[in-house]
C-alpha cells in the first residue's frame, strides 16, 4: 500500500512539474515608457500594477497609490487592454494632496511581424482616453487616442534593443506630440533584467520633453514578474524624479 502511495505522489509531482513547464513565461509591459511588441497569448488575461512617487522641486507632486493594467488575449495575435490611475496630487501650495482617478484608458496591441534574423517583431498599438470615466477635473475636455508602432530586435539570448514612435493627442488641441522611444535590455543570472530607455516627446505647441527611464526586473516565477524604476527629465535636471516599484501577474 505504502509503495502504491509514493509511486502516486510521484506520478502527481512530475505532472505538476510538466503543467507548470508547458505555461508561458510572463512577458509584460511595465516598466518603461516604451511599450514591447508582443502580446498576450490566446484567451489569457494579465493584471500588471505599481505604486508610485513624482516630484518637481518647489512645484507639484504626485503619489501614485495604484496604477493597473489589465491585458487579454483576445486573438492569436492580438490583445484587448484596460488601465487607469489612482493618484493623490498637490501643485505645491495646496497645505494638502486631492484624491483623484486618471481617465480609464482603452487599447489594442496587434503583433504585425515576428521576429527572424535581422528584422524585428514588430506591433501596432492603438489606445484612448475617456473623457467620460475618472475624476473630473483629470479628465481630457474629448477624446484623447494614442497610435504607435513598437519594434524589437534580439541581438542575442540576453541583450535586445526596442524602440517606439508614436503620435499622441491629448484630447484639447487638434496637435499631437510625437513620441520616439529607444531601449536597451538585458537579462542575466537567470531571473534578473536591466533596462534604459530614452523616450522624447515633441511638441511645437506646448514644448518639447527629453527622459530617460532605468530599472531592473526580478522574475519571481514564470508567472510573477516584480520591477523597479526611476526617470530622469533633462530639462529639469536635479529638480524632478520619478520612482516607481510595481509587480506583474500571469493570472491564467
Known amino acids: ?48 500594477t505599481g505604486i508610485g512617487f513624482e516630484s518637481t522641486k518647489g512645484g507639484p507632486r504626485t503619489v501614485t497609490l495604484n496604477t493597473t493594467l489589465l491585458r487579454f488575449g483576445l486573438f492569436k495575435h492580438a490583445e484587448i487592454r484596460v488601465g487607469t490611475n489612482f493618484l493623490l ?52 475636455p474629448h477624446l484623447a487616442p494614442s497610435v504607435y508602432f513598437l519594434f524589437e530586435h534580439v541581438v542575442t539570448n ?36 536591466a533596462f534604459l530607455e530614452n523616450y522624447n516627446r515633441f511638441n511645437t505647441e506646448i514644448g518639447h520633453s527629453y527622459m530617460t527611464e532605468f530599472g531592473i526586473t526580478w522574475l519571481a516565477s514564470r508567472r510573477v514578474q516584480l520591477d523597479l524604476y526611476a526617470d530622469l527629465d533633462f530639462k529639469r535636471f536635479g529638480t524632478f524624479y520619478n520612482v516607481s516599484c510595481g509587480v506583474s501577474w500571469l493570472i491564467n
Not at 502504491?4 to 509591459?29: K, M, T, Y
Not at 528584422?119 to 483629470?138: E, N
Open 1 to 48: 500500500m505504502s509503495k502504491r502511495f509514493i509511486l502516486l505522489v510521484l506520478v502527481f509531482v512530475c505532472c505538476i512539474g510538466h503543467a507548470q513547464e508547458d505555461q508561458p513565461v510572463i512577458a509584460a509591459d511595465r516598466p518603461g515608457a516604451l511599450t514591447g511588441p508582443h502580446v498576450m497569448p490566446y484567451h489569457k488575461l494579465q493584471w500588471e
Open 89 to 140: 496630487s498637490n501643485d505645491g501650495q495646496a497645505p494638502k494632496y486631492t484624491f483623484g482617478i486618471a481617465p480609464l484608458n482603452v487599447g489594442m496591441k496587434a503583433q504585425l511581424n515576428e521576429g527572424s534574423g535581422i528584422l524585428p517583431t514588430v506591433a501596432f498599438l492603438a489606445q484612448v482616453q475617456s473623457p467620460h470615466i475618472g475624476t473630473k477635473d483629470q479628465l481630457p
Open 158 to 193: 540576453w541583450f535586445n534593443v526596442g524602440y517606439n514612435i508614436g503620435a499622441e493627442w491629448d484630447g484639447a488641441s487638434a496637435t499631437p506630440s510625437t513620441f520616439l522611444g529607444v531601449g536597451v535590455y538585458f537579462s542575466f543570472a537567470d531571473k534578473w533584467g
